[in-house]
Structures are given as C-alpha cells and as structure tokens.
C-alpha cells in the first residue's frame, strides 16, 4: 500500500509542478460533498420531493423535538447543580432542610419530564428507517451525579 501512495504521489506532484491542471475550473476549491450522503439511495428521491415540498416524515419531527428536549433537560441540569455547588460550597446548614426538600422535588418532576422523554425517544427508535442511528434513552440518577461532579470540579 506504501509504494502505491508514493507512486501516486510522484504521478500527483509532476502533474502539478507541470502546470497541466491549474486551469481547471473550481481550482483550489473544495469538493461538494452530498448532502444526503447518511440516506439509502433508494429512498434520496422521495426525500427530495418531501423535502421540496416541506412535507416531514413523523419521525423526523420526533427527532427534532427528541433532540432539543434532551438538550433542554441536560441544560436545566446543570443550571441546577451549579446552584446546588454553590449552597454545599456556603455551607448554608441553615436552610439545608429546605434545600433538600426542594431538591426532591425537583427530582422527582424532572424523573417525569425524562419518563416523557424516553417514551418519545422509544417512538422514534420504532418509527425510524432502517439505517438510521437508534437514540440512547436518558437516566437522571446518572445525569445528576454527572453534573453535579462536573459543577463542583469547576467551583
């Protein structure tokens, strides 16, 4: 395999130093790279007449709202753990019963915000074509222990 690379590059490097391909249009210029190089070639039609006439399959909507639910409960974790970094940091033993209370209860409306969430990330894995990368569900045990590790790394 070396000496084929070699060989091509000599080929390359006289052609080039030649000056035969310099007037070439789009010279220096990347290549265009297929938009939709992820979807089977049988299906780039339909989904270029879809995608003209902004008609969206049900799963791709899925996807999206999946997406920036996911993002959005990621994002609301760590605003919260930074919070909670922040009064363990001050060592508020004061109001630390009230803390955890609300602690909790924050907990446990964010277990039913991720409940939501997997159950659409469950639709989607059905609803999705063959060849489309599955989403992985979310847990919020290990979510929280992951950001609030994070926020008092960075306190």
């Not at 089977?40 to 039609?45: N, T």
Request: charged letters at 30%; one cysteine or more.
């Amino acid at each position: 395999m070396d000496r084929w690379a070699r060989i091509v590059d000599h080929l390359l490097s006289e052609v080039i130093g030649d000056g035969d391909i310099s007037d070439l249009p789009g010279a220096g210029k990347r290549l265009p790279l297929n938009e939709d190089c992820h979807t089977p070639p049988d299906q780039r039609a339909a989904f270029k007449i879809m995608q003209d006439n902004e008609v969206v399959p049900g799963w791709m909507t899925l996807a999206k709202s999946v997406e920036q639910s996911e993002a959005g409960i990621r994002a609301e974790i760590e605003s919260r753990a930074k919070e909670w970094a922040a009064a363990l940091a001050a060592g508020r033993s004061a109001s630390a019963g009230q803390a955890n209370r609300k602690r909790s209860t924050y907990v446990n409306q964010l277990e039913e915000r991720i409940e939501g969430h997997n159950r659409d990330v469950i639709l989607h894995n059905l609803k999705a074509p063959r060849g489309i990368p599955h989403r992985s569900m979310l847990n919020s045990d290990q979510l929280i222990k992951q950001a609030l590790a994070k926020a008092q790394q960075e306190a």
